[in-house]
Structures are given as C-alpha cells and as structure tokens.
C-alpha cells in the first residue's frame, strides 16, 4: 500500500504498520528489484539468508532518518528560541542603560536601542 510521502510496511505480521520513509522505500524498491533479479537467474536460495538482514538494515535506516527529523525540528524550535533570547537580552540591556543614564527621553515603545526606529 502507497502512501503520499511514504509505504506502509508491517514490522510483525499482524502488527500495526508503520510508515517508511520516501528516502529508504526507494532505496528498498532498488533492492528488491535486484532480489527479484537474482532469484529469476539462480534461484531463491541465493538470497534467503540475505534478505532478512537487508530488511532489518532499511527498517534501522529508516527509524534514523525520522530521528533526525524529529532532531532538525528541535533544532529550528531551540535556534528561534534562542534568537528570541537574544532579542530579550539586547532590550533588557537597552533598558539597563537607559535606566542607568536617567535620560529624561522616554525609550521607544518597543524597547528598541534604535533612536529613530519608527515604532514607538
């Protein structure tokens, strides 16, 4: 069964299946052909103690590449974390100072270090 961006394959049968990823189905589709075309010219035996072990290889492979999927989303969440830190920082650090200058000027609304950044 096909699915948009993956197959649908089943770890145990009976199982609940799970969905593999359109990088490694490709990569799995390759092999079986090639399976597929040892098997017509020698004979099954030649691949019956192989496959198992391809199998087991792509299902790992595939279960690496969703971790570094779920890894590249926690990254872009921690950078837009971090640059909202930043961003918090130089504000507070521009209040500091002008708390610590004791200007008369109020600061921009947005707490912004700029003088002239139109927001305020």
């Not at 096909?2 to 299946?17: A, F, K, N, R, T």
Request: glycine content about 8%; charged content about 30%; aromatic content about 6%.
């Amino acid at each position: 069964m096909e699915l948009e961006d993956g197959v649908v394959y089943q770890e145990e049968p009976g199982g609940s299946g799970a969905v593999m990823s359109e990088r490694v189905s490709g990569l799995a589709g390759s092999i079986y052909r090639e399976f597929e075309r040892l098997i017509g010219r020698y004979d099954e035996e030649v691949v019956k103690e192989l496959m198992p072990l391809v199998v087991a290889v792509l299902e790992n492979l595939d279960s690496v590449f969703a971790q570094d999927q779920e890894h590249q989303v926690e990254l872009e969440l921690l950078r837009d974390d971090n640059e909202q830190l930043i961003t918090q920082y130089e504000r507070e650090k521009a209040l500091r100072k002008h708390a610590e200058e004791g200007s008369d000027r109020p600061l921009p609304v947005c707490g912004c270090i700029w003088k002239d950044c139109g927001i305020n």
